[in-house]
């Protein structure tokens, strides 16, 4: 039985997060997380990630802008290494931040720029 929508979603998934990501995820489920992984998959990437009214670069870039604001580090980490698969820079990156800043406060803004910087820093000795 073919579900669309969960194929659909680890397309859109693998061509944001790439798929050495996606497949790391996927070998890390358990019995405890199958079921939420399913729901993100399809819900988030499938239903959210894959509607025509933004392109997947819009959609990530927003998505920076609100995890930043929540302070949801581990996600944005991951957003901003995934900036390699949908093509948002690093100057875009900190506009994105100086909004946060004027939005969320300079608090929020001032962690993501740090993270950011551990992140293309990790990025950078990666490729070295």
Known sequence: MSNDRYERGMAVRKSVLGADHVARAEANKTAFDTDFQQFITESVWGDVWSRPGLELRTRQMITMAMLAALGRHEELAAHIRATR??????????????????????????SAYALAKRVYQEMDNQSE
């Open 85 to 110: 698969h949908t093509g948002v820079t690093p100057d875009e990156v900190k506009e994105i931040f100086l909004h946060v800043a004027v939005y969320a406060g300079a608090p929020a803004a001032n």
